[in-house]
């Protein structure tokens, strides 16, 4: 599965506040929700598997501070995931159509 990016976010003044740790904690973030399907929501569970950065809940926290993620219960939401990237149901939805159109392929003489 694939993140998508924008590539102006390294002029963005949120993500220059952030800083460069901070950032990339924020891409390997959108990586974990990309890979799981889990709608931008980060669990304070995962925090210490990405990104391999010390103190992450420190990086979390800045996160917050420039407003790039949201504190939720139990852990912390991606702002705006959803203007660049799909919802877990539609990521379904097109597994499924491709799943289907493979097969219908593999079938053809």
């Given at each position: ?10 002029h963005?003044?949120?993500f ?13 973030g959108?990586g974990y929700?990309?890979?799981?399907l889990?709608d ?19 990086w ?9 993620w ?23 939805a ?15 003489p």
């Open positions: 599965m694939w993140v998508r990016i924008d590539d102006q976010i390294a963005h003044p949120k220059i506040a952030a800083g460069p740790v901070a950032s990339w904690f924020w891409v390997c959108c929700c990309a890979k799981y889990t931008g929501f980060i669990p304070d569970a995962a925090l210490a598997n990405l990104g391999g950065v010390t103190n992450p809940r420190k979390a926290q800045r996160l917050v501070g420039v407003g790039l949201l504190r939720v219960d139990g852990g912390y939401q991606v702002h705006d995931y959803h203007d660049y990237n799909l919802t877990a149901a539609e990521v379904k097109k597994r499924d159509r491709d799943r289907v159109r493979k097969k219908n392929g593999a079938e053809a």
